[in-house]
């Protein structure tokens, strides 16, 4: 994956043992990684939508034998495209942890040197020269998209471009094992101009919106971005909200053919979910 401008690799840690929360923190911030953690799925989630991360490693929190997974799929599914490893003491093979759409499993106890080389390995996923290229489309194609130039998009897409969101009414949001969203609902906007004029007009929504961070993530055929969009709510100030969002796209030679976007609503409620943190943070700077 492409760090892009976020370096060192950042972390979420989600555990409800105090104590060994605690001592990861410590322990890989001392090995270099920027480390944010949490004890609970609503912590977790709440990161999830304030900042990017390039692995979430997070216990199974759940106490149910029936299904142990399910805190870890519903962490997964709001991470998504960002890789999620099992962290676990509970007897959960490898192959389930896998086909349930998880990187990794690691077992508890661990050995920390061998903790650190399976971190290392899931981060360390590079872009090939085409996705390289890829992302700069990517990009221009954002920055053409928050400037409002739906004429300025027309030569980074195919004239058969198909939008559609994950999550959307008449959508599975079903994704594949490497978490790349496929079978597209039947109210997918398809042709270039349609989907340039649906895609301006959904971020109108958001005045002065632009892309503030970024990591790229490498799919089959395309990539995948988890961003954070910045906007100012009101004119009357300079104050901007954040919240994280996904886009993945796929390529046609040098031309992007599809994109994937987080669904109106699941981005409205993010934000709903961030409110009290936002007004915490306006009180703070009152």
């Excluded at 928050?146 to 949001?173: F, K």
Aim: glycine share 6%.
């Amino acid at each position: 994956m492409n760090q892009g401008p976020l370096s060192p690799p950042r972390l979420l840690v989600v555990d409800d043992d105090n104590d060994l929360r605690g001592f990861l923190e410590d322990f890989l911030l001392e090995e270099g990684y920027a480390v944010d953690t949490a004890a609970t799925l609503d912590e977790a989630l709440t990161l999830l939508d304030l900042r990017l991360y390039h692995l979430v490693v997070t216990d199974l929190l759940t106490h149910s034998v029936a299904a142990p997974l399910s805190t870890a799929l519903t962490i997964l599914a709001h991470a998504r495209p960002t890789p999620v490893v099992a962290l676990t003491g509970w007897n959960i093979g490898a192959e389930e942890v896998k086909r349930a759409g998880l990187l990794r499993l690691i077992r508890k106890p661990f050995d920390l040197g061998d903790l650190l080389k399976t971190l290392e390995a899931c981060i360390k996923v590079t872009l090939t020269p085409a996705q390289q290229r890829q992302e700069a489309t990517a990009l221009r194609f954002y920055m053409q998209l928050t400037d409002g130039d739906s004429e300025g998009l027309r030569s980074l897409c195919t004239d058969d471009l198909c939008v559609y969101g994950t999550g959307t009414t008449g959508a599975t949001g079903a994704t594949g094992a490497t978490g790349t969203p496929h079978n597209a609902p039947p109210s997918a906007i398809r042709g270039q101009k349609a989907g340039r004029v649906y895609l301006v007009e959904r971020l109108a929504a958001y005045p002065h919106a632009r892309m503030d961070d970024h990591i790229t993530f490498p799919q089959p055929g395309g990539l995948a971005l988890r961003y954070l969009l910045s906007w100012q709510p009101t004119e009357d100030t300079e104050e901007r909200t954040r919240v994280s969002s996904a886009a993945y796209l796929q390529f046609r030679g040098a031309r992007i053919s599809q994109i994937t976007l987080t669904a109106p609503e699941r981005f409205t409620a993010a934000i709903a979910r961030l409110r009290p943190a936002l007004s915490e943070t306006e009180d703070c700077q009152d």
